[in-house]
């Protein structure tokens, strides 16, 4: 069996205060120096610079979006789904079983490869191309034109 300890309330009643200073204390956001993030950069900075340290100031750089320009994609399922369409409003050519689609005339920059390839394909104007979408051509005996680097 063992004997509990006391709370230190019970040693503080019949004080007026109970441990917290000035009549008013423990009453409002005061006592505790203000609410939430009050005093940050006084009063709490030594607590804001341990709790937080990137607190203040400005951090890292933020390129302008006018500048930025974010490759468009294509997969190549995609274009092997679409390639009768491509033939008819003349973006692509087909000559025998092999179809050459000007992947630059579509407005693409990089080729990925989602999707399925089914057919042969021969593609030019490619300015990158993923591993994935290079096998899957590879595969059904296409090419690839790439820019020599």
């Known amino acids: 069996m063992y004997t509990r300890k006391s709370k230190r309330?019970?040693?503080?009643?019949?004080?007026?205060?109970?441990?917290?200073?000035?009549?008013?204390?423990?009453?409002?956001?005061?006592?505790?120096?203000?609410?939430g993030n009050a005093g940050t950069d006084k009063h709490h900075r030594m607590r804001?610079?341990?709790?937080?340290?990137?607190?203040?100031g400005k951090h890292g750089f933020k390129r302008p979006e006018s500048i930025l320009k974010l490759p468009s994609t294509i997969n190549v399922g995609?274009?092997?789904e679409s390639l009768d369409r491509l033939v008819s409003r003349g973006l692509a050519t087909k000559s025998g079983s092999?179809?050459?689609?000007?992947?630059?005339?579509?407005?693409?920059?990089?080729?990925l490869g989602s999707g399925r390839v089914t057919r042969k394909l021969n593609l030019t104007g490619v300015k990158a191309i993923s591993p994935g979408a290079r096998e899957k051509i590879q595969n059904k005996g296409g090419t690839v034109d790439l820019p020599a680097e």
């Open 9 to 35: 309330i019970r040693s503080l009643r019949g004080l007026r205060t109970a441990g917290y200073g000035d009549t008013k204390g423990h009453r409002a956001a005061g006592q505790r120096g203000g609410m």
């Open 48 to 56: 804001t610079m341990k709790l937080n340290p990137h607190y203040f």
């Open 78 to 80: 995609e274009i092997d």
């Open 98 to 111: 092999a179809y050459t689609v000007d992947v630059a005339r579509l407005g693409a920059d990089k080729v």
